[in-house]
């Protein structure tokens, strides 16, 4: 029987929207071939993660919580992936495309041998196999391709599948795992922790992204304010980041993070290749710009030729009328 082994993560108790996006994508494919699903967490605080595993069809939860408060290390993750796979033989594992993952998988997928496709962004059943698909060259062009094998990783983009209801499961089972690894090779030294109220930029379904053209980290705050009224996360382009308006983590393309929200509005971007990789397969893109030559405009589907100083203030306003009418 074909399994789908959904990688969670989750904060405080809450699974990530992300992961949650990830179950109704492995439920719906479940239904369609007869499969089975289950979720995998590893973590701490994770005693109220059974009830909404299973409320997305799940039927196994595989859970460590001997990690509590450690720190994230690869070779002890794959000691516990490893005894989850030896249970459950050859799955196809569903995670989301984030720092951890990119480091942990390709790594687990080279020791167990099998197939890895990062940054999926369509997974499809059919009679020969799964049938997923990626973009590359900063999403010029879509790579589709069958995946025959038994056992798979599927390291999926944010936001990439349709939310949609799906039946819980009838029961849940609770494996739980742990490591047998004493001392691995890595030693840790100190983890950075980034706490913020903020919606985040990869789950966020509406970003509003800035450039070099806001001129300084103050005036950041005409982005914030709009985010704020329309529930946003915000971005900004690599020129922002180096001039040190603010941090790398808010940084969208090839070497920040790759967003997919429903809507993204860039504001004085000029839509350089390196940019449009970490949002081109935005649903819908709205592009503040001076410039009416501006690269952008190629691949945006509105266009407001205007400065972003006065366009941004009246988009927030129209807005706040239009949300609070
Ligand atoms: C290896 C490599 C990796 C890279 N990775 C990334 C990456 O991950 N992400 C990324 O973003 N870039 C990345 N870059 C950099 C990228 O090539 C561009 O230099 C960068 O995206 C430009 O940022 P920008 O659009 O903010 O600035 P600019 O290109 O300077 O554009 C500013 C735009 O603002 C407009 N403008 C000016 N004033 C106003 C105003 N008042 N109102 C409205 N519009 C205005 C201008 O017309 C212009 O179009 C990378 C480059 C390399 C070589």
């Known amino acids: 029987m074909n399994h789908y082994l959904v990688f969670i993560e989750s904060k405080n108790g809450q699974i990530s929207k992300g992961s949650r996006d990830l179950l109704i994508k492995a439920s719906l494919l479940a239904n369609s071939s007869s499969a089975k699903v289950s979720a995998l967490a590893i973590g701490n605080n994770l005693q109220d993660l059974a009830s909404q595993v299973q409320s997305l069809g799940a039927t196994t939860l595989y859970v460590s919580d001997e990690a ?137 379904s509406i970003v509003v992204s800035g450039g070099r053209s806001l001129k300084s980290g103050e005036n950041f705050a005409i982005l914030e304010d709009l985010a704020k009224t329309l529930g946003a996360a915000v971005g900004a382009s690599r020129a922002a980041v180096d001039a040190g308006y603010v941090p790398h983590e808010m940084q969208v393309g090839q070497t920040g993070k790759t967003v997919n929200p429903k809507l993204y509005i860039a504001c004085g971007i000029s839509g350089a290749i390196q940019h449009l990789a970490g949002m081109k397969t935005s649903k819908v893109i709205v592009a503040v710009n001076t410039d009416p030559e501006a690269p952008i405009f190629q691949v945006c589907d509105y266009g407001i030729v205007g400065d972003l100083f006065e366009v941004v203030p009246a988009l927030k306003q129209s807005f706040s009328k239009l949300l609070n009418q």
């Open 68 to 204: 509590s408060n450690l720190p994230y290390e690869c070779l002890r993750y794959v000691d516990l992936l490893n005894k989850v796979w030896s249970a459950t033989g050859p799955v196809t594992i569903l995670a989301n495309r984030d720092g951890l993952t990119r480091d942990l998988l390709p790594y687990f997928a080279a020791k167990v041998g099998v197939p890895i496709v990062s940054d999926c962004v369509s997974i499809e059943t059919s009679e020969e196999g799964l049938i997923v698909e990626k973009p590359f060259f900063a999403g010029k062009c879509v790579a589709r391709g069958l995946l025959s094998s038994q056992g798979a990783i599927l390291v999926c983009r944010p936001n990439s599948f349709d939310v949609v209801e799906v039946a819980p499961s009838d029961k849940l089972d609770q494996v739980s795992i742990s490591s047998s690894l004493e001392n691995t090779k890595a030693k840790f030294e100190s983890e950075n922790q980034v706490s913020s109220e903020k919606v985040s930029l990869s789950d966020a």
